[in-house]
Every structure is written in structure tokens, then in C-alpha cells.
């Protein structure tokens, strides 16, 4: 979806709807002007001594047929607007959602959760009421102007007296080209303010057991509150020039009347008009000033949606930094190796070098252990690997083929990547597991669950695999959470594993179990283990340990050892001390 087509395309396709509607406005109007002449010729009857009984109940009847009329077509045209108003909101929502799962990474840690919210919720609606609440409106107001100015001067009201009595009602485009964009700026703040809100409110809710258990709600209550407070500023300042410019075209109207009243009534007494016309002409600018204060709500609201459209449009015009070449080729992973020449990547401009002069040899097939200290850059490199952010030219080949010259999907389909936190949606266990492939056999799931050592807690729940996550409250341990991702990463049976410290939050014992499948199932494909703890990656063909960036040992669980002062030694003389700690068969 392109950010300038938004409206336009949406309007090619439902242009005759519009059109249907404004006919439908047209009628309601013609149908609404005749309602004053009727009640000024009645006037003129009464006056002049005609009435009959036969003539009150023909005037009686002919209003009630003007009621019904006005209110069918008007209801009709305001129907068939409001019904594709909904439709607009479906079709951007769908095509809002579209465009962000294509975005990278890259585009979701700039923007919050709760700002895309609020682009989905407050964004489109408000420009979904101006185009159909905004489009009733004007088309019944300037029907309804242009069929009342009519029929005064086909009712024979002098045309001077028309022109006096409309004069104020033409000021208000003047006070709409000076007020209208200082409206459309302070909405424009309201909408930013809403964004900070509900980012926040998410964040908030999202963090609530992390503020509970360090018992400061308070300082979370008073850091939100200062948002509410910006927004109540930011929307106190919207409504101070939007009631004056809502009250000032009512009075205009007010003035309209005033001058009907006392001009009108002049040329009545020196019987210049009829009553009748007097009576009519009070009712046609009586008549005008509803449509004329709905016409500065419209003007207020699109200049509100035009905010919007705005803060959409923006949206919608950014492309995902990651983008995929023309020409880009689907090649079979499991065929060649992966290589890593010379890698060095930061994050941004001003982000530090990250990685630095990386060079790796993955054989197909082969297993590579990954260990360092946290912030070393290992999840960085395995973003490299799977393309979520973008590695220099020649720097990562799968094969022969830099990743950048593949597709995405054929890369990403091949790679079946675990992450520490792996998220899991409120859905059914099996579809958690199976969320590679919905229509998995329920063998392969429960085989990729016993692989996990999930399977037990699993069988525990009240319905086995068929049991939905957060329904009832019903949540997983960290560890049990840990392993049913694991188990989805294991189903693909991808060509390419990675384990981003899959494995941390389990006790040594299931994780030895669990790495024992893994070795087991993954015989003769490749596989990438991160881990802070040896025990998970000492069975690797090769290890790399990383610091601050850089490669600083490589080799095999043994070779490594023997490098007495090199970090891994020491890393497996703590853990080693600690594990012996930990069973008692400590010396010291
Ligand atoms: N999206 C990002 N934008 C900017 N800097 C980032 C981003 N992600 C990570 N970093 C920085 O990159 C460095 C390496 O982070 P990375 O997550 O790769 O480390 P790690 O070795 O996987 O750590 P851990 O073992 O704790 O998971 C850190 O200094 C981190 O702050």
C-alpha cells in the first residue's frame, strides 16, 4: 500500500458508493427546502383569511410526506457512507499490518509496540470519521445551502435581502485558512501524546510483574501520570482554539439571523415582503446554521484526520531496510557451508564496533559452539546470519552466495533459529509447536517435545497438548517456556539450527538430556550452539570464544583446555568449581 494512494485508490473503488450517497443527500435536501415555503405560504393563507379545514389538513399532510422524505434519503445517504467509512478502516488496518510484518528489526526497536498501536487504533479512525462523518456532513450542508438560497429566490424574497442575511455565514472560510492549521499542528501533538501513552501503558502492563515485585508502583503510577499529563496539556491546547473556532461559526449564523430578523422584519412592516416570505426567511437562515455548525466540526475533524493521514502516510512510505534483490536466488542450505570473512558490524553510526574482524568456517554438517561474556556479540552475529540486520557485502556466504543475494524466505525457511526468550502466542501448545507448519502430525510434535524434555510437563497439563496458553492465567515456568521454543526450532528440522542460549534456564541434568537429543537429531546437518555454560557446547566440532567483539580462541573442547591462560580455560575452571560446589566433592 502507498502512503499517497491511501485515499485516492480507496476512493477509485468506492467512488459510486459516494456517489449514491450524495444523490441520496441531493433528494433529502430538495425535499427539506420545500418545508419553510410550505409553512411561509400557510402564513399567507392564515393571514389573509383562506384557511379551511380542507386546506390544514392538505398543509398537515404535505409536512408529514416532507418529514418522511427528508429523514429516508438522509438516513439512506448517511448509511451507505458510514458502511464504506468501516470498509476503509478494514482495508488500512489489513494493509497496516501487512506493511509492518514486513519491516526488520531495525524498524521495531525504533518504534515501540504501543506507537504502531496507536497508528492501528487512533490514526485510522480518526481519518475514517472525516471521510465518512466529514463527507455526510458537507455534502448535506452545502446541498441544503445551495437549495435554501434557491428557494428564497424562487419563493420571491429580494435577493438583497438573501445576500444581507448570508453575508457572516461568508467569513468562514477566511476563519478556516487562519485557524485550520493551527488546529492541524496541536493534533498533531495530541496524536503523539496518545502514541507516548499507549506505548507506555503497554510497556507498563507488559512490565507489571517486574514493578510488583520491586514494590515501586508508585514511581511507575507518577511516570505515568506525567504522560496523561502531557496529553491533557497537549489536548487542553487543541480544545481551546477548536471551541473557539466551533463557537464562532454559530454566532456567525446568530448574526445571519439577527439581520433577518430586523431587516427582514423591516421590509415586512413596510410591506416590501410578504409575511409569509418573512416567515419563510427566518426559517431558511434558522435552517442554515445547524448544517454550518456541523460544517465546522467537519473542518475541525479534517483537520484532525489530515494530522493523521499525515502521521500514516509517513509510516507507510518507509521501507524495511533489509531489502531483497531482484534477482535474489533460493539456494539449498544444507548443500554448502557457511563463511564469515572479515565481519565487522555496528549497530548504528553512532553504536560501537560490535564485531570485529570476524572470520568462520562452518562445514556442512559440523557443529560450532559459541561462548563469551554477555555483550560479546554472539546474538549479534546470529541476527547476521539470518539477515535481521544487515552484514557488509561478502562478508557471510552460505555456499558460495552472499546472504544478501538470496531470498529471505528461502534463507529463513532453511534456518530454524531458537532464542533465549523464545515468545510464545496465546494459543494451543501443539500450535506453538507446530507454528512452522500448523498441520504437523501430533506425532512429530510430541517427538520434537520429547527431544525438548518437554514432554512430561506437557502430559501434566489439564488438556495434554490442546491446552492454551494464558487462558485462566495459565503460564509456563521460564525453563518449561525455554523448552517448548526449542521444541518448535527441533520440528522444522531445518537444514541450519541455531540455539541462542536455548538452553539457560534448564537444570544441568535436563540440559544434558537435552543435548544429547540435539546431538542425536541433528547428525549430519548443521548446528550453531550458544551457551555461557561449556557443558552445553563441549561435544562441538569446533568452539569459538568471543570477546568484546572478537574471536580471541578457537578450536576443539580439548585443544581449548590446554590453552591454560586463554579465557575458556578459565571460564571452565569456575564453572567446573562451582558444578563441584554444587554436588559437594569440593577438596578446598
Ligand atoms: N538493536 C541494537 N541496537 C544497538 N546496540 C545493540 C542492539 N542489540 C545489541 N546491541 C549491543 O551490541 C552488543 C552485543 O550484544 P549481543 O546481544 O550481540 O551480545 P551477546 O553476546 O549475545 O550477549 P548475551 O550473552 O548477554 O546475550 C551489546 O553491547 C549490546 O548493547
Redesign the pocket.
Known amino acids: 500500500m502507498k502512503s499517497k494512494r491511501l485515499l485516492t485508490d480507496f476512493f477509485r473503488k468506492t467512488w459510486y458508493i459516494y456517489a449514491f450517497s450524495l444523490s441520496f443527500h441531493l433528494i433529502s435536501n430538495l425535499i427539506n427546502v420545500f418545508y419553510p415555503k410550505v409553512l411561509g405560504e400557510f402564513t399567507d393563507s392564515l393571514q389573509l383569511g383562506e384557511l379551511t379545514r380542507a386546506i390544514i389538513i392538505d398543509y398537515s399532510v404535505l409536512l408529514l410526506l416532507i418529514g418522511v422524505g427528508h429523514v429516508l434519503f438522509n438516513g439512506a445517504a448517511m448509511y451507505l457512507v458510514m458502511y464504506v467509512g468501516r470498509k476503509f478502516e478494514f482495508i488500512v488496518r489489513g494493509g497496516l499490518f501487512r506493511h509492518f510484518t514486513q519491516m526488520s528489526e531495525r524498524f521495531y526497536?525504533k518504534n515501540g509496540v504501543g506507537k504502531l498501536l496507536s497508528y492501528f487504533m487512533n490514526d485510522v479512525t480518526a481519518v475514517r470519521e472525516s471521510i465518512s462523518m466529514g463527507f455526510n456532513q458537507t455534502a448535506n450542508a452545502t446541498m441544503l445551502f445551495i437549495a435554501a438560497i434557491t428557494m428564497m429566490l424562487a419563493s420571491g424574497i429580494p435577493y438583497y435581502l438573501i445576500l444581507a442575511s448570508v453575508l457572516p455565514l461568508l467569513f468562514i472560510p477566511f476563519i478556516v485558512v487562519y485557524l485550520g492549521p493551527i488546529i492541524r499542528k496541536r493534533s498533531l501533538e495530541v496524536q503523539e501524546a496518545l502514541g507516548k501513552m499507549t506505548e507506555t501503558a503497554e510497556e507498563q502492563f507488559g512490565g507489571i510483574r517486574v514493578t510488583k515485585k520491586f514494590a515501586v508502583e508508585g514511581i511507575m503510577q507518577h511516570r505515568f501520570g506525567r504522560t496523561v499529563d502531557q496529553i491533557r496539556h497537549n489536548q487542553l491546547r487543541l480544545v481551546r482554539v477548536s471551541s473557539f473556532f466551533q463557537a464562532l461559526i454559530p454566532f456567525l449564523g446568530t448574526i445571519a439571523l439577527i439581520i433577518a430578523l430586523a431587516f427582514g422584519g423591516y421590509l415586512t412592516i413596510t410591506k416590501h415582503i410578504t409575511l409569509g416570505n418573512f416567515v419563510a426567511l427566518t426559517l431558511y437562515v434558522r435552517m442554515l446554521m445547524n448544517p454550518l455548525q456541523q460544517i465546522g466540526n467537519v473542518i475541525n475533524s479534517i483537520q484532525r484526520s489530515r494530522a493523521s493521514l499525515h502521521r500514516l502516510d509517513e509510516l507507510l512510505s518507509q521501507q524495511s531496510d533489509i531489502v531483497e534483490l531482484d534477482n535474489a536466488k533460493a539456494i539449498d542450505l544444507s548443500a554448502g557451508g557457511i563463511r564469515v570473512r572479515d565481519l565487522s558490524f555496528s549497530?548504528?553510526k553512532s553504536?560501537h564496533q560490535?564485531l570485529k574482524n570476524i572470520d568462520l568456517d562452518i562445514k556442512p554438517g559440523t557443529t560450532l559452539g559459541i561462548i563469551?561474556r554477555?555483550?560479546?556479540?554472539?546474538?549479534?552475529l546470529m541476527k547476521l546470519l539470518l539477515r535481521t540486520y544487515d552484514p557488509p557485502p561478502g562478508a557471510i556466504l552460505y555456499g558460495d552466495t552472499d546472504v544478501r543475494e538470496l531470498t529471505l524466505e528461502s534463507l529463513r525457511s532453511q534456518i530454524a533459529y531458537v532464542p533465549?526468550d523464545g515468545f510464545l502466542f496465546s494459543t494451543t501448545i501443539r500450535e506453538n509447536i507446530a507454528f512452522f507448519k500448523r498441520d504437523t502430525e501430533m506425532k512429530k510434535v510430541e517427538s520434537a517435545a520429547r527431544n525438548a524434555q518437554i514432554y512430561n510437563n506437557i502430559a501434566d497439563l489439564p488438556n495434554s497438548f490442546e491446552t492454551r496458553l494464558g487462558e485462566r492465567g495459565l503460564t509456563l515456568s521460564g525453563g518449561q517456556r525455554q523448552r517448548t521454543s526449542l521444541a518448535r526450532g527441533l520440528i522444522k528440522n531445518a537444514p541450519v539450527m541455531i540455539l541462542d542460549?536455548s538452553v539457560s534456564a534448564v537444570d544441568a541434568v535436563t540440559e544434558k538430556d537435552i543435548i544429547e537429543s540435539i546431538q542425536k537429531e541433528r547428525k549430519g546437518k548443521t548446528t550453531i550452539i550458544i551457551a555461557?555454560r561449556i557443558s552445553a557446547i563441549k561435544h562441538a566440532d569446533e568452539i569459538v570464544v568471543?570477546d568484546e567483539g572478537v574471536i580471541v580462541q578457537r578450536g576443539t573442547h580439548a585443544e581449548l583446555l590446554l590453552e591454560e591462560q586463554g579465557l575458556y580455560a578459565t571460564l571452565h575452571a569456575i564453572q567446573e568449581e562451582g558444578s563441584q560446589h554444587a554436588t559437594g566433592t569440593s577438596h578446598s
Open positions: 526497536s549497530y548504528g553504536s560490535v563469551g554477555t555483550g560479546s556479540g554472539k546474538t549479534t533465549q542460549d555461557h568471543l
